[in-house]
């Protein structure tokens, strides 16, 4: 759960009101991307150690805006970072230039998208600020311009050029690093990449779980910045590193013919090869007594293993690699040459090769592929190999030989396979799940070492009931003290009305434990109020079951009515046509009713009334807080239920007063808690109070909505999707034998309210202020 922003006063009055105002538009966000801890130890005492700093409030307001965005992007670690560095920096520069670094962080996490990426780029501005301080302003204004063209070490070797280029002409620097003069373009130019890799991370990933229907996590790595060549892909942790760009791969054909490869391709390969590693190497190659050209052949043999295991399934993978292998027979006889062509033997039985190595290897791998024990004969082909190009006497260099395969990784994987799992990693990184223990409650007094466990805690002790203490026997301790658990998920469907078909499991309904508030707000309400409960008494009264009722006049009945008997008689001794409806009977008067008062809870609700101090809520929960009274006197179950939404995944639904508990100082306080915010998804929660009301077993059944405006949600722009469903919702209760009537506040509501309940089953409050009024009102009319 979220921590509440209303928790640090104390920082908000430190901060100052427009630094706090900041804060607070900020902190949903925040709240999101951080965790509790980071949110606290971050991002909070991040804002107050700025604002100690005493270099203005822009500095601060920059912080605050921009590290959600750059959490979002690289995690909250990158945060820290950010700050450690921005400290680092604060004796050289202004705090202009800080709150600049700040205000593009989000551009820069965004572009890198690698925490190591991005330290590496911290580390490059604190190295401009020591060589070239009045460039750095200009720089980060262009940085999107900058990064959109240029990797990291492009970026590095084009402002440390402007550094060395400019390092006394104050008036050059400037027009440098504002991308103004020649020089800047032609540098930038030449540093600028083919295909950077955050440009085709989305379609690559798409690309590789169309393919293997899973996901795959790949980060950007940093090119050599000396050499300027990308570093291999890798596979380390079940994540894949890629070089964050690649240059068109260009080689001439044995025809003499250039050929030129896109980046996107190499790409597609190198993410295709490394997704096959993760696929089919499931056993981990013991690496002991090996040779590092033993090493390098080894892992040759299993490139070509995973890869036919991969082509076996879809063929069109071999032109993406084939497309890469460049090596002929007059490559040359080096060991990187060799190697090379062996690879490309063992992927195109179209190519010919007479030399003996390479014809060995083929051989090898042809009578053993189908064999069980992988890791087995894969390494004992790696080693014979060796061993014969060593008999052949050619040397071999394990920086300098590397074959010519540009798409394939550095094979880590296969030799730490196992020891990732045994390490207790996971897919993409994410810690062993958190164990969750029921406790007795002697276990829980004598036994449990921090009371207070944090998010990050292996284990999490419960009970099964609540405990209550000595001094206060009515509220426990988790209510007092505790978290709200983890609300357990209801899952509905809903009706789109262009596919005239429901979405099955297609909402999910999250219930929430709703805030305690004041009971002074309820009791006030009644004494506000106190006319209209008089006025309301008498209707109660009259309401209220009255025992047995005896109904004369009838002509069946349980006993004689000997007054009217005898004046049949009469009738008959003068010849006029008696009466013949002489019976009596008894009937017992019980109401058999049970209504739900489902609130619409959205932000809308916090509006102020036109010409009233009060909101849309407030006039709302004084009505219930009526019509609760009222209910709670004529003997009616009832309950009260709120709900509001952030998207199909998220409809908050609120209990305020359940069926069965009693209306006392706990339900009051409840009602009084009650808040707006988010959004209103109203077929889901309407759903969910019918499958709660349909468990009664009273004969008749209402569910009450009051609403402020029609159903609508952040995640559908349709108008029309909503209103249709949650006309399907109210059909289906009413074949559930459910009733449903609205009571809504939006004077628009004619539009598309009667379309929804029907033509009699609602009524719209033109004036909002007689809401109080009106609802217990209704209440009576149609339940009489």
């Known amino acids: 759960m979220a921590v509440e922003l209303e928790k640090y006063q104390d920082i908000l009055d430190e901060l100052g009101e427009h630094a706090g105002e900041v804060l607070r538009a900020a902190w949903s966000e925040a709240a999101r991307v951080f965790s509790s801890r980071g949110l606290e130890n971050t991002y909070l005492k991040g804002a107050t150690g700025l604002k100690s700093l005493g270099r203005g409030t822009d500095l601060v307001v920059s912080f605050i805006q921009s590290a959600p965005a750059v959490a979002r992007e690289l995690g909250e670690d990158a945060v820290s970072d950010l700050l450690a560095a921005a400290i680092k920096m604060y004796s050289k520069t202004s705090a202009t230039v800080i709150a600049s670094i700040f205000s593009t962080s989000p551009v820069a996490a965004a572009r890198l998208g690698d925490p190591e990426l991005f330290r590496g780029y911290l580390h490059l501005l604190d190295t401009l600020l020591a060589q070239a301080p009045r460039g750095v302003r200009p720089m980060l204004d262009h940085l999107s311009t900058l990064l959109g063209q240029l990797t990291l070490g492009g970026l590095r070797r084009w402002a440390l050029w402007g550094a060395q280029a400019h390092k006394t002409n104050f008036e050059g620097q400037l027009k440098y690093f504002s991308l103004e003069s020649p020089e800047s373009i032609g540098v930038l130019q030449k540093e600028r990449k083919g295909t950077l890799f955050i440009d085709v991370q989305r379609r690559i990933g798409m690309y590789l779980r169309a393919l293997w229907g899973r996901d795959f996590f790949m980060r950007p790595t940093s090119g050599d910045f000396e050499r300027r060549e990308g570093y291999r892909p890798s596979i380390e942790g079940y994540i894949m590193h890629l070089p964050d760009a690649y240059d068109d791969f260009v080689f001439n054909s044995p025809t003499g013919e250039e050929t030129r490869i896109p980046g996107i391709e190499l790409y597609r390969a190198s993410a295709a090869h490394a997704a096959c590693h993760q696929v089919y190497t499931t056993d981990q190659f013991d690496r002991t007594g090996l040779s590092a050209l033993q090493v390098a052949l080894v892992g040759l043999i299993e490139d070509a293993r995973v890869e036919g295991l991969a082509l076996a399934q879809f063929p069109g993978l071999k032109q993406t690699w084939l497309s890469l292998h460049a090596a002929t027979p007059q490559s040359g006889d080096s060991a990187a040459a060799l190697m090379a062509r062996l690879a490309r033997i063992l992927l195109d039985e179209n190519y010919r090769d007479d030399h003996p190595w390479v014809t060995l290897g083929c051989r090898l791998f042809s009578e053993r592929r189908a064999q069980t024990n992988v890791t087995e004969w894969v390494r004992d082909i790696g080693t014979r190999l060796a061993d014969e190009m060593q008999a052949l006497g050619v040397s071999y260099s394990q920086s300098n030989d590397v074959a010519d395969i540009p798409y394939r990784d550095d ?169 013949p409806r002489i019976m009596m009977r008894n009937v017992r008067k019980v109401r058999d009713l049970s209504v739900l008062l489902l609130i619409d809870l959205s932000e809308s609700t916090n509006d102020a009334v036109l010409g009233s101090d009060s909101t849309v809520l407030q006039l709302a929960r004084e009505a219930t807080v009526l019509l609760a009274d009222a209910l709670d006197k004529i003997g009616d179950p009832f309950a009260i239920h709120g709900f509001d939404s952030n998207g199909r995944h998220d409809v908050e639904y609120f209990r305020y007063k359940d069926f069965g508990m009693a209306y006392n100082d706990q339900a009051k306080s409840r009602l009084a808690g009650m808040s707006g915010q988010l959004s209103t998804r109203m077929g889901a929660a309407m759903r969910h109070a019918g499958s709660i009301l349909k468990r009664q077993p009273s004969n008749k059944k209402l569910l009450l909505v009051i609403t402020d405006g029609e159903p609508a949600d952040n995640d559908v722009r349709d108008p029309q999707y909503l209103r249709f469903d949650a006309k399907k919702a109210v059909e289906e209760l009413t074949r559930n034998g459910i009733a449903t009537y609205c009571l809504s506040l939006d004077p628009r509501a004619d539009q598309y309210v009667s379309r929804i309940f029907g033509a009699k089953n609602y009524m719209v409050v033109d004036h909002v202020q007689r809401l109080p009024e009106k609802l217990p009102l209704l209440y009576m009319g149609l339940t009489r």
């Not at 078909?501 to 999910?508: A, K, Q």
Request: a negative charge; charged letters at 30%; aromatic letters at 8%.
């Open 411 to 579: 094979n880590r994987y296969m030799w730490e396979f196992e020891d990732i799992r045994e390490a207790g990693q996971v897919i993409a990184g994410v810690t062993t799940q958190q164990i969750r223990k029921y406790a007795s409650v002697m276990e829980m007094l004598n036994t449990l070492d921090v009371p207070g466990a944090g998010d990050d805690a292996n284990e999490i002790w419960v009970l099964s009931t609540e405990f209550f203490s000595d001094e206060d026997p009515t509220t426990s301790l988790n209510q007092k003290e505790g978290r709200e658990p983890p609300p357990d998920p209801y899952h509905y469907p809903e009706w789109d009305y262009q596919m005239q078909l429901d979405r099955p499991d297609w909402c999910t309904v999250l219930e929430k434990r709703p805030k305690p508030g004041e009971v002074e707000i309820i009791d006030d309400i009644v004494v506000k109020h106190k006319p209209l409960v008089a006025r309301l008494k008498y209707l109660i009264e009259a309401m209220q079951p009255q025992g047995v009722q005896r109904l004369r006049k009838q002509e069946d009945g349980d006993e004689i009515d000997l007054n009217a008997a005898v004046r049949a008689m009469i009738e008959m001794r003068m010849g006029e046509q008696p009466d």
